[in-house]
């Protein structure tokens, strides 16, 4: 056998990598429902079989299942329509805006498939996939070394799953804050997804606000997405020029616990992730508490609004940002 041959057959032969999925146990002090036994056993399932699917395919196939979403999903295209009717400034109907809502789509079946091959990649492959396009690494760095952990600032553009990640494989400890948004299969299914290399989620609560606290004091990096008022309980401010509510977690933890606030978007670029890191910023607590917080939303919509403004057909978001407008009865 020559020595080509002998390569060949290794590679061939080469035994497969762990698994970065997470155990799924049946302790009597971790019960669990049925519900999320379903979504933990789908999502492990078909991250095996995404894994040995060329990924040329699956992303041809995953663009197609975007495709399809748009043209069937009613509500969910009349939300993100409103959306990017919003951030371009054109009706929801113009064919500019249509052409990023399918975009839309497609961008968040293949983010889909990204979490699944995640698990199966080790965190050095997962860090060279990304390129870092603005900022530096620096930024965070000083951030954390300044020791009250780190706010990160995020939304729902391009690949945000992957940012965990990357920064874990960067060297820093990270956790997100996350909420349920959708149905509880489906956040189960993802969250299943999200603790691969053993990323640790907070479910925003009562509860969740503390521990997040805790975990600043900790020295972590502490991700929120901050595009959406999922609880209706954020701040008013003007956003792309008009008024909605925005959530206040990432300037009010800032104010409280003295974390530096730096916001980190990515978006997707073909198999490569373009991260790009803004100068970090913190919010001043006085005895103000409301003229603190006001100040520290003006920089955190700022952020948003520039990251959404460089790939408006990645922003994932499928909920209304703005409230819909009332129709004024006629006489």
Known sequence: MTDHQESRTEEVFRPLERSGLPRIEFRRSQRRDAVFYLAAFSAAILSWVVRFIPSGFVSFVARRIGDLSYLVSKQWRANVSSNISHVLDEPEDSARVQRTVRSIFQTNALNLVSLLRTPHQSLDELYEQTRLVHGDWGILDDAVAEGNGVVLLTAHLGPFDTMGITISAHGDRFVALTAK???????????????????????????????????????????????????????????????????????????????????????????????????????????????????????????IETAISIAPDQWVMFQRVWPEEAEIPTR
């Open 181 to 303: 948004t959708t149905n509880r299969f489906v956040f189960e299914f993802m969250s299943f997804l999200r603790k691969a290399h053993r990323l640790e989620l907070i479910e925003a609560s009562s509860s969740g606000v503390r521990e997040a606290i805790q975990v600043l004091r900790g020295g972590y990096v502490l991700c929120l997405l901050s595009d959406r008022d999922f609880f209706l309980n954020g701040r008013q401010v003007s956003f792309f020029g008009e008024e909605t509510t925005l959530p206040i977690g990432a300037a009010r933890l800032s104010r409280e616990t003295g974390a530096a606030i730096v916001p980190m978007f990515t978006v997707r670029a073909g198999d490569t992730n373009l991260l790009m890191i803004e100068d970090a910023f913190h919010v001043e607590r006085t005895s103000d508490r409301n003229a603190d917080i006001a100040a520290g939303m003006v920089r955190v919509v700022d952020a």
